[in-house]
């Protein structure tokens, strides 16, 4: 039972627009979300995370919203670069848990020039 | 400096061999994690210590065994391997094992069972 799911596999955008990438969510019980981005070859990356007490945080060109109703979180990037070219995993996780994560099995992201 | 490094990187072997991947990080960090990645590119959590005590064990057969001498290691060591245990295994820490805190990951083991 996949409880963080990521229903775009990929996702391409051109140089300067917007990126969009999705992630839903089951368990009412998660109250923090976060965003990781990773390379090949590479461990992933915090990017952005968001608590369940907002419904948007922003950290330069990142952006994460949150619609607890939907169970539903995006993060928006504007503009898109080519260095933001990588694997995007959203994860969530749940007050007295141990600080466990659970993942969606990412979205990668190709910003073409 | 590697914040969280684990060795070897690429670990290739027979079935029914016993194994061990090292992570250890530099962040003086009190909790450090072990996640697998399947083929499936799922990361999912298989176990946790703080301060070098267990505190997160999910459902993962006890072919494989966590182990931490220190805070500043956790090494995760495996039994009898299986073809399925291929996989890309993910060393992790963070501060203190709070839902809020930042975990960060090591560059990954990526063992192939033949």
């Known amino acids: 039972d996949q409880q963080v799911k990521q229903n775009s596999p990929s996702l391409s955008v051109q140089e300067g627009r917007i990126s969009i990438l999705n992630c839903d969510y089951t368990n009412s019980m998660f109250d923090y979300f976060l965003w990781y981005k990773k390379y090949p070859a590479e461990g992933p990356t915090f990017l ?44 969530a996780s749940e007050m007295g848990q141990g600080g466990k994560l659970i993942f969606g099995q990412g979205t990668e992201l190709s910003v073409k020039p | 400096d590697t914040a969280v490094s684990q060795t070897p990187k690429y670990l ?29 590119k799922f990361l999912k959590i298989m176990f946790s210590y703080n301060n070098k005590e267990l505190i997160i064990n999910e459902t993962v057969p006890n072919r494989f065994s966590p182990k931490s001498p220190d805070k500043a290691h956790l090494n995760l060591h495996i039994n009898s391997l299986e073809l399925g245990d291929s996989a890309v295994y993910f060393c992790a820490s963070s501060l203190a094992g709070t839902s809020t805190d930042t975990q960060y990951f090591g560059p990954g083991t990526r063992l192939t069972v033949l």
Not at chain 1, 77 to 87: L, T
Not at chain 2, 16 to 38: A, F, P, V
């Open chain 1, 48 to 91: 952005i995370s968001i608590s369940s007490i907002k419904d948007k945080n922003e950290d330069g060109r990142f952006t994460v919203f949150l619609n607890k109703s939907a169970k539903h979180l995006s993060l928006h990037i504007v503009p898109s670069q080519p260095g933001d070219s990588a694997v995007y995993f959203c994860a």
């Open chain 2, 12 to 40: 290739v072997t027979q079935m029914g061999n016993d194994k061990s991947i090292k992570c250890e990080q530099n962040l003086g960090h009190d909790t450090m994690y072990w996640y697998k990645q399947d083929s499936k």
